[in-house]
């Protein structure tokens, strides 16, 4: 019997490139297909549906979507997946705590750019597409609202941050950057090409810049903690984090816009630009701990 593991390791780059987008597609499609068809013997519409059976309708299509593709293209591109991922290893304790404390101290800015994003306006010559833009990024934003108020905090730190944070890692850092990195032998373009990719794809152009400050930031964190673990930790940190806001502080107060919740809008704009400097160099601090202690726990 043919072994599929490691398959495609020596392919050319270009193929592999072909997998990492082909397998994440099909496996959307599919599990689409899945779910429909599962929504059409069930008598179930959709756009009627409540929020429990749209939260588990999003975990299984990015259950497969993430987490599967991700592995699958591990799976065939590698002998070894699980050291092509990096999951084989944990690293230090003291990196994760780094790494939340960085990820706390870079959320200002990452509010502060949501908060921007969505305040852009494009040209009047190009309004219908603005409209278009909005209207999606409302329909999501809609849709998460949904999930969100009725389900339970602990089902929606699974769904809505746990598995996001597996499976965009598997996909995003573990997949594009790592396979980007192998290719140039740059890990900084890996980084950035990777932050934006990982931006783009989420299709929402008011949220595009803090969702490229988080991959950015994502991405260091792989290439010096050298575990996959270590990214997608603080990739959890960032979603359980909004979850909890959202469900324990702002539910009550009826937010609606979820990509500016907590952003200081009360504040000038020069005091917004001070404290959005003052959380880039507090988290340039921390990241310069994070690389000093993920190289002396090397050496030693």
Known sequence: MISLKG????????TKVGLLMGIPVFLMLFSAAICAIINHVAGIDTAQADSQHLLWMQAFQSGCTFILGGWLYAYLTSAQPAQYFGINRLNSGWLYVIATLAMYLLSPLVSITAYWNNGIQLPESLHAIEELLRSMEDSANDLTL?????????ILLVVMALLPAIGEEFLFRGGLQKGIQNKTGNAHLAVWVTAFVFSFIHFQFYGFIPRFVLGVALGYFYVYGKSLWIPIWAHFVNNSTAV???????QATNETNLSTMGTPTYLEDYLTAI?????VVLYVGSMLIFVFVARNRKAQ
């Open 244 to 250: 909890l806001s959202y469900k324990l502080m702002y």
């Open 275 to 279: 404290v959005a400097l003052i959380s």
């Open 146 to 154: 949904q999930i969100m108020q009725g389900n339970s905090v602990w």
């Open 7 to 14: 398959l495609f390791a020596s392919s050319k780059w270009y």
